[in-house]
């Protein structure tokens, strides 16, 4: 049974579709003062120029949902802290009832999974204890529903007072998540002196770690920041993979039968292609599984890389009796996985282009790659 590389490649895409249009909507609530930084925070952190649609409009007295269609995020903008303090139990209380109406909803899709509670360091001289009284308050209100609560010192410069508001509000022994200082983007004094922005891919990490499983997809997805947890989501759905194939492989399947298995490996590479929220059309898929193929037309799995692998494997072969054991169906997958991880690591950081993939250079790197992979598993 052999499937031609053209017809893989489609198979890929169309799990890359599937794959995207199945991610859980992840739903964030914003809060703080106007000019915090909130639309500078969510664009640096997520892919697509998010904070494009109208977060961070001048001050409103109510909560605004902001969405863009095909994108899985909302953002629910709150109005500014500037307002009176009757408006900011107003805005508590529609906090409560917006969590409250999510989880009534029982559907990820609708429900709050995370606050963030932003507070300007640079805009701040000194602590604003009134905003930790709105904050106590909205945790007690929060107790029944343990909506996450993630408090981002936004505009963290200098680092040396963005840790100590930190410590300041750690001692507050607030119910929240974490307390993360952030410079969203580099910071300008007068061409004489550039504060680097810091603190994104903490941020990442700690969401990574409130979130849960059915959205960490959704969310590497969105991050453009942490390159790390990427990998890490990437590399758990080539383990998961494997262990699919193992299974498959269990019962030795003959290599004629060898394209039985190319499902696993669609899948897989489909989860990979949306964590790294890259565009991958069907050219770069025929390259990349062409050229582990190579000439031979079969699939990924098929008869001819089976047997150009097992050259590869000492003490593979004719003692197997022209079988694939369920081990030898996990190392090839993840050498098949763990490949694909590293091309798409070099096209997001830019090191190699979608076009050079087409090159004869770029197809004998991609050779060489799965070929090093395959070697590293044995």
Known sequence: MEINTDDVAQKCLNAISE?????????????????VGKSTLINSLFRGNFA?????????????????????????DTPGFELSSGQQGKVKDEIIELINKGMAAQDINEAIHCIWYCINVGGNRTFDSSEIEWIKSLTESNKVFKVPIIVVLTQSCPKKKAY????????????????VPVLAQDMDFDEEYVARAFGLDTLVDVMGETLPDELQDTFQNLQKVNLEAKKRRAHAAVATAVTASFGEGFAPIPFADAALLVPTQVGMIASI???FGLEVNKSILTAIVS???????????GRTIVANIFKLIPGVGSGVGGMISGSTAAL????????YIQLMVLLYKGEIKEE???????????????KDELKKKR
């Open 19 to 35: 794959k995207l249009h199945s991610l859980k909507k992840l739903n964030i609530i914003v809060i703080g003062k106007s000019g």
């Open 52 to 76: 494009e649609v109208g977060l961070g409009r001048p001050v409103t007295d109510k909560i605004r949902k902001i969405e863009k269609k095909d994108y899985p995020l909302a953002v629910y």
């Open 164 to 179: 100590e508001m930190k410590r300041l509000v750690e001692a507050e022994n607030l119910d929240i998540v974490s307390v």
């Open 273 to 275: 292609t949306v964590i």
């Open 291 to 301: 050229s582990t193929v190579g000439a031979g037309g079969a699939t990924v799995l």
């Open 332 to 339: 090839i997958t993840t050498a098949l996985g763990e490949a």
């Open 356 to 370: 050079d993939l087409y090159s004869e250079k770029g197809t004998n790197m991609i050779k060489r790659i799965f």
